[in-house]
C-alpha cells in the first residue's frame, strides 16, 4: 500500500515538474531580425542577424543555441551548439550572426531555418529545463541559365551549299524565370545566315521551358562550323542581369553542289524551237543521283521543253542538257536571266530525302540581222554577184557605144 502511494506521488511530481517547465517554454524570440541579401541569391550566404528579447520576468541561465533546417540549406540535424550563457529580462544588447551557405543547386523558394534555444530557470519548485523555438524564414533565388543549342536543322544535318532551316532552342536550364530574353544570332566561319530576322526577344522563360526560333542558314565545305550567339536576360525580379557570348556548333555534310556554263545558243525575236545549251558542273563534294533539271525563264523567252534528267553526276563531272524555248517577235535584244531548279538525291541522305537547289544564269537574244545561216550568207553574195555582173555589162554597153560614135 505505501509503494503504491509512493509510486503515486512520483508521478504526480513528475507531471507537475513538466507543467512547471512549460510556462518556460519559449520565453525567448527574436528582435531586429535582418536576412540579407534580400532576396538570398543560391550560390551565395544568407547573413542572418538578430538579438534576444526574454519575455520571462526573471533571468534564463546556460543558454544555448542550435540551427536546424531541411536539405539543401542544412541537414535537418540541429548545428554548432552556440553557448548563449545568462539572458537577463527583455531586450538582451548583444547581436548574434549566422551565415548559412546557399548551394548554387538551391531551387528558388521560401526556406526556413529553425534556432533552438535551450536554457534553465530558478523556480519556486526548483531548477527547470526549458526551450523555445524561433523560426527564420526567407526566399531563394536562384538565377536562370539561357542556352542555346540547334535542337534539328531541317533536314537531320546541314549540307554543304544548300539553305536550311536550324531550329535554334532557347532552354532556361537553370532556376527560376529568365525575363526579356534577348538572343542575337551571328555568323561563324563557313556559314552564313540567309533570315532576315537575326534577333529574337522572350519576355518569360520559366525554369526548364524552351522555345524554337527558325534560322535560315547555308554552310560551306566544312565538316563542321558554328554559330556566335550574344544572349542578355535578367533574373525573375529583375535584381540581376546577365550576358554570355555562346558558340552554337553545326555538323555539315557533303552535298552537291552546280555550277552552269553555257554550250551555246541561237536566240533571235520570233524563233520558236530554238535550243539552250547549257554545260552543268557538279562541283561539290558528293554524288548527285536521279538528278532533274528544270528551267525556268522570263520574257520575252517561253519554255517549250524545259526539263532535263541526269542519271548521275559524280563530283567534279559535267554533262550538257538542251532546252527549247522560244523568243516572242516584240522581244527587246539582250541579256536575259534565266534559272535552273535542281533536284536530286544523294547517298549519304535519307531514303526519301529529296536534295534541291537553283542556279542563275544569262541567255542573250540577239537583233533579227545579228549573225545569220550559210544559207542566208550565200544569198546574200549571189546577189552582190549579179548587181556587180548588171554594172559590169552596163559599162561595157557604154564604152562600146562610145566608140561607134567616134
Not at 503515486?8 to 507537475?16: D, K, S
Not at 547581436?95 to 523558394?109: D, F, K, L, Q
Not at 536550324?166 to 555568323?187: C, D, P, Y
Not at 524551237?273 to 517561253?302: C, M, W
Amino acid at each position: 500500500m505505501k509503494t503504491k502511494s509512493f509510486l503515486l506521488a512520483f508521478a504526480a511530481m513528475v507531471v507537475l515538474s513538466g507543467m512547471v517547465g512549460a510556462q518556460y517554454d519559449n520565453a525567448l524570440s527574436m528582435v531586429n531580425l535582418s536576412v540579407s541579401p534580400n532576396p538570398v541569391m543560391a550560390g551565395g550566404s544568407a547573413f542572418i542577424k538578430f538579438r534576444l528579447y526574454n519575455a520571462y520576468d526573471g533571468g534564463l541561465y546556460g543558454t544555448s543555441l542550435q540551427s536546424s533546417g531541411s536539405y539543401p540549406l542544412l541537414n535537418v540535424s540541429p548545428r554548432s551548439n552556440y553557448v548563449v550563457g545568462y539572458l537577463s529580462p527583455g531586450v538582451n544588447s548583444i547581436y548574434y550572426n549566422y551565415t548559412i551557405a546557399i548551394p548554387n543547386t538551391t531551387p528558388s523558394g521560401v526556406y526556413t531555418i529553425t534556432f533552438n534555444a535551450k536554457y534553465f530557470v530558478y523556480a519556486a519548485t526548483g531548477t527547470v529545463i526549458a526551450s523555445s523555438s524561433m523560426p527564420v524564414s526567407f526566399y531563394v533565388n536562384n538565377k536562370p541559365a539561357v542556352k542555346l543549342v540547334v535542337s534539328s536543322p531541317q533536314p537531320a544535318a546541314l549540307y554543304t551549299g544548300n539553305n536550311q532551316t536550324a531550329n535554334l532552342l532557347v532552354e532556361n536550364a537553370g532556376f527560376g524565370t529568365a525575363r526579356n530574353v534577348t538572343v542575337t544570332v551571328m555568323s561563324g566561319e563557313g556559314v552564313n545566315i540567309l533570315s532576315s530576322v537575326r534577333t529574337f526577344f522572350i519576355s518569360n522563360l520559366t525554369q526548364g521551358s524552351s522555345v524554337t526560333e527558325p534560322l535560315l542558314v547555308s554552310a560551306q565545305n566544312l565538316s563542321r562550323t558554328y554559330l556566335v550567339a550574344n544572349v542578355t536576360y535578367y533574373s525573375s525580379q529583375f535584381q540581376q542581369r546577365f550576358s554570355s557570348v555562346q558558340r552554337i556548333n553545326l555538323s555539315v555534310a557533303p552535298s552537291a553542289q552546280f555550277t552552269i556554263g553555257s554550250g551555246g545558243s541561237d536566240l533571235k525575236p520570233g524563233a520558236t524551237d530554238v535550243p539552250i545549251h547549257l554545260k552543268v558542273t557538279n562541283d561539290g563534294t558528293s554524288d548527285a543521283s536521279q538528278l532533274q533539271l528544270n528551267l525556268e525563264t522570263t520574257y520575252p523567252i517561253t519554255p517549250v521543253a524545259s526539263t532535263a534528267y541526269v542519271g548521275d553526276l559524280p563530283p567534279g563531272a559535267s554533262t550538257n542538257v538542251t532546252f527549247l524555248v522560244s523568243v516572242d517577235t516584240a522581244g527587246v535584244p539582250g541579256n536575259y536571266p534565266v534559272t535552273l531548279n535542281e533536284q536530286w538525291k544523294q547517298p549519304n541522305g535519307a531514303v526519301n530525302q529529296q536534295f534541291s537547289g537553283s542556279n542563275n544564269y544569262f541567255v542573250t537574244v540577239a537583233s533579227p540581222g545579228s549573225g545569220g545561216s550559210y544559207l542566208e550568207i550565200g544569198v546574200v553574195l549571189v546577189v552582190i554577184v549579179v548587181i556587180v555582173a548588171a554594172l559590169a555589162r552596163r559599162r561595157m554597153a557604154s564604152r562600146a557605144a562610145a566608140s561607134k560614135k567616134k
